[in-house]
């Protein structure tokens, strides 16, 4: 049997290290899955760090790692993917939302020959009305953009060693793991589950980083936004054309234009198309500036078990 490395990422989640670690460490013996529990605390403010060194003292099949601050959620995978040593690699959120007995359905779908095995939500669980707007507009682009349906895409997936190598080998600092993983191809399946309440605590996610997440990740991935400017321009084209013309034929049938009311509206809308598409440009200039750094995707400041 072939060893699996589940990946963790955690921040704030001091109250849910240790029912985690127990439920998938019990799910997986159970079975005699050889594993890795891989937890990385990704900048956390409470003491989310020392729950992981307890348990690290306590089992030598479980691997800490801790930022040296808050590098976000897709760092953190990447870590994970980076230490892992498993022969295939899952993700799972620290929360238990994702149902850890989908892992034995996953690692079973491996077994039969699968290299990318994606969780796929059967629903979306309880979300706001505008949280579910944004979500699947969110998605749609993406999904364009990458020629696969991830409208119930998540971040619960398992992949094969093959599968993690290309995408440690990918460069770039600015990374969408949702996306990526199901752009490298390979032989892929996919599992349904149901979105799990959380048995403590709130979501860390606020909406402004939410939306803060989508940008990154929209822009990161796709060059729509760009497109979406020439699209604007386009259609301000014609009817500049449309607006001329209608002009020309007004000055010689000696009809007066009174409009200046028109004018400074006009001017006021063409304005703020103008700054708007100078700031989609310019935060794709300021991510070209950003890998050009090459500064490293995340820094470890401790880790425990490091060598096992």
Same mark, same amino acid.
């Given at each position: 049997?072939?060893?699996?490395?589940?990946?963790?990422?955690?921040? @704030?989640?001091?109250?849910?290290?240790?029912?985690?670690?127990? /439920?998938?460490?019990?799910?997986?013996?159970?079975? @005699?899955?050889?594993?890795?529990?891989?937890?990385?605390?990704?900048?956390?403010?409470?003491? #989310?760090? +020392?729950?992981?060194?307890?348990?690290?003292?306590? +089992?030598?099949?479980?691997?800490?790692?801790?930022?040296?601050? @808050?590098?976000?959620?897709?760092?953190?995978?990447?870590?994970?993917? #980076?230490?892992?040593?498993?022969?295939?690699?899952?993700? =799972? +959120?620290?929360?238990?939302?994702?149902?850890?007995?989908?892992?034995?359905?996953?690692?079973?779908?491996?077994?039969?020959? %699968? &290299?990318? /095995?994606?969780?796929?939500?059967?629903?979306?669980?309880?979300?706001?009305?505008? %949280?579910?707007?944004?979500?699947?507009?969110? %998605?749609?682009?993406?999904?364009?953009?990458?020629? =696969?349906?991830?409208?119930?895409?998540?971040?619960?997936?398992?992949?094969?060693?093959?599968?993690?190598?290309?995408?440690?080998?990918?460069? &770039?600092?600015?990374?969408?793991?949702?996306?990526? *993983?199901?752009?490298?191809?390979?032989?892929?399946?996919?599992?349904?589950?149901?979105?799990?309440?959380?048995?403590?605590? +709130?979501?860390?996610? *606020? #909406?402004? *980083?939410?939306?803060?997440?989508?940008?990154?990740?929209?822009?990161?991935?796709?060059?729509?936004?760009?497109?979406?400017?020439?699209?604007?321009?386009?259609?301000?084209?014609?009817?500049?054309?449309?607006?001329?013309?209608?002009? =020309?034929?007004?000055?010689?049938?000696?009809?007066?234009?009174?409009?200046?009311? #028109? /004018?400074?509206?006009?001017?006021?809308?063409?304005?703020?198309?103008?700054?708007?598409?100078?700031?989609?440009?310019? %935060?794709?200039? *300021?991510?070209?500036?950003? &890998?050009?750094? @090459?500064?490293?995707?995340?820094?470890?400041?401790?880790?425990?078990?490091?060598?096992?």
């Amino acid at each position: 049997m072939g060893k699996l490395s589940v990946i963790i990422p955690s921040y @704030n989640e001091e109250k849910m290290i240790s029912t985690t670690y127990r /439920v998938i460490s019990s799910l997986l013996e159970s079975r @005699n899955i050889p594993f890795e529990i891989i937890f990385i605390n990704d900048g956390s403010k409470d003491k #989310t760090w +020392d729950e992981i060194q307890n348990i690290c003292n306590e +089992d030598s099949n479980i691997k800490g790692f801790n930022f040296s601050r @808050n590098f976000g959620k897709e760092a953190a995978i990447f870590a994970g993917l #980076t230490y892992a040593r498993g022969d295939c690699c899952a993700v =799972i +959120d620290c929360d238990l939302q994702h149902p850890p007995e989908v892992l034995l359905q996953m690692y079973e779908k491996w077994e039969e020959g %699968y &290299e990318v /095995v994606e969780g796929v939500k059967a629903s979306r669980g309880k979300e706001s009305l505008f %949280y579910k707007f944004a979500a699947k507009n969110f %998605y749609s682009l993406i999904s364009s953009a990458t020629k =696969i349906d991830m409208s119930k895409s998540s971040d619960f997936k398992l992949l094969d060693k093959k599968a993690v190598d290309i995408l440690r080998s990918m460069p &770039e600092k600015h990374i969408f793991f949702r996306a990526l *993983s199901s752009w490298v191809g390979f032989r892929t399946t996919s599992i349904e589950f149901e979105v799990q309440e959380r048995e403590v605590g +709130d979501s860390k996610w *606020s #909406t402004v *980083s939410l939306i803060k997440y989508a940008i990154t990740n929209i822009t990161s991935f796709s060059t729509a936004p760009m497109q979406l400017v020439t699209m604007t321009g386009m259609v301000f084209l014609i009817f500049s054309i449309l607006l001329g013309v209608h002009s =020309i034929y007004m000055h010689f049938t000696g009809q007066s234009l009174e409009g200046f009311t #028109t /004018v400074i509206l006009l001017l006021l809308i063409i304005g703020s198309i103008i700054m708007l598409s100078l700031g989609i440009i310019g %935060y794709y200039i *300021s991510k070209i500036y950003e &890998e050009t750094q @090459n500064r490293p995707r995340f820094i470890v400041s401790e880790s425990e078990n490091h060598k096992n």
